[in-house]
């Protein structure tokens, strides 16, 4: 039988990590005293694994969160790096809003997953702070999950 050419497909991101990385990332918010968050998961496909918003978060954070997410698996990297080459090259950020019909969002806070083999599984987006803490909210998910957070800096 051949192999699926996309291996995430079949070996993807379960509800049961998506859950984990959701719960995991409110509680790290929680332990800072982060203003309320909301947290996406995706999988490989783009699709919604998980929506939380944390009570009194704002309304438009589940767009934000989405886009942050969308973002980082849209175009294969953490929004960290998106937020960097949004700076250094507006009129890139501006085609890519333009392309994307608004979907991304490029400042930290998207955060891709990725398998013990490297292989990606989706992605994950908070909004409700201050980006880099919403960062770090996703990565501490991620990692509860026993994941690889990929937040687009070089190796």
Do not use: W
């Not at 998961?41 to 919604?48: F, I, N, P, T, W």
């Not at 849209?74 to 333009?98: I, K, V």
């Not at 997953?113 to 998910?141: F, H, P």
Request: contains cysteine.
């Amino acid at each position: 039988m051949p192999q699926p050419a996309y291996p995430a497909a079949v070996n993807g991101l379960t509800l049961k990590q998506a859950e984990v990385i959701a719960d995991a990332a409110l509680a790290k918010g929680r332990e800072l005293g982060l203003l309320p968050l909301c947290v996406q998961v995706l999988d490989a496909g783009g699709h919604v694994k998980v929506t939380k918003r944390e009570d009194g978060a704002s309304l438009g954070r589940p767009e934000v969160a989405m886009g942050k997410a969308y973002g980082a698996l849209a175009m294969g990297f953490g929004t960290r790096e998106l937020a960097r080459r949004a700076q250094a090259m507006p009129g890139f950020t501006n085609a890519l809003s333009d392309l994307m019909g608004g979907k991304a969002v490029p400042v930290q806070g998207g955060v891709l997953v990725r398998d013990k083999n490297n292989v990606l599984l989706g992605s994950v987006g908070i909004s409700g702070d201050a980006s880099a803490k919403d960062e770090e909210c996703c990565i501490a998910g991620i990692e509860a999950a026993g994941l690889a957070p990929d937040t687009g800096d070089p190796a």
